[in-house]
């Protein structure tokens, strides 16, 4: 019934008159984090060049976009775009929310692990990338200087984003840089794991390469879901860890850089439709629980698209 007439893409504009394609995008923190295949597909028939947004992080909806979505479309990213911004820097930086707007040229300094680890995950994906810093007013020069030289120093492109200001024109350089390492591209991305891989070794896999962490705790439930799994024949299916976006650990309050950490898996649930299995990791909350009975049982629609039980 929501499908019937939502599975066509939404095609609107920016306020500039330029083309997007909206259909789904679930969060990434609890679900794949990325529009419909469909509408990837559709934008890659109308035009040279086709952006698609991840959720959240390297560790989060770009990680399944490579090792899920890809893997069922058969997609092959020429180019990967690495949003950042300073304020973000800082907060890993030990900066509290309310002095973000602050100069603080060392909290930059010391907050800038984390992106590295992005930044690092980003190569390990094997796709050439860019980093795009977007600026704001509350940016001084030197917080923008500094976090461009410790990106170059990692090997990697970075252009000074203006579009919060300036709209298209403030993210031409941005696109060129995009567009010049698409165009250049002639390799693959590297996947995280192997789909025929045991879901333990997959889980470990994005938790310890991905994440950072030493190692994965299975709780006992979650051993029981590992069970059943394994009984119903869905072992083969990808990953979709749900997990803090705050954090590159399970622990929201875990900012910068986490290492040697334990990443606790409490259950695991299967989207068999969907066609991944879901980790639930440390605190993460998701969408309630519905009732004993819940009302789209009395709902149906009949094979000439005519709908029953909303009312």
Known sequence: MLLKDAIKPNLVQTLEGNPAIIHGGPF??????????????MGMTFSDYVVTEAGFG??????????????????????????????????HGGVGKEDLQKPNVSAVE????????HIENMKLFGIPSVISLNKFVTDSDEELDLVKKLCESQGVQIAISEGWEKGGKGMIDLA?????????????????????APVTEKIEAIAKKVYG?????????????????????????????????????DDAKRLGRPRDFVLTVREIEVAAGAGFVIPITGDILRMPG?????????????NEGVISGLS
């Open 28 to 41: 990434g923190n609890i679900a794949q984090g990325t529009n419909s295949i469909i509408a990837t597909k």
């Open 110 to 117: 010391k907050g800038f692990e984390n992106l590295q680890k």
């Open 290 to 302: 519905l009732p004993a009975q819940p009302a789209a049982l009395s709902m149906d629609i009949n």
């Open 176 to 196: 060129e840089k995009a567009a010049a390492i698409a165009d250049q591209t002639k390799n693959r991305f590297v996947p995280v794991y192997d789909w025929s």
């Open 213 to 249: 962490a030493r190692l994965v705790d299975f709780l006992p439930k979650a051993k029981q879901n590992l069970k059943k799994i394994e009984r119903i024949g869905l072992s083969d299916k990808p990953i979709c860890m749900a997990k803090t976006q705050n954090s590159l650990s």
């Open 58 to 91: 390297s560790d989060l909806g770009a990680e399944k976009f490579f090792n899920i979505v890809c893997g069922y479309s058969n997609f092959s990213p020429h180019a990967m775009v690495l949003v950042a911004t300073v304020r973000a820097i800082k907060f």
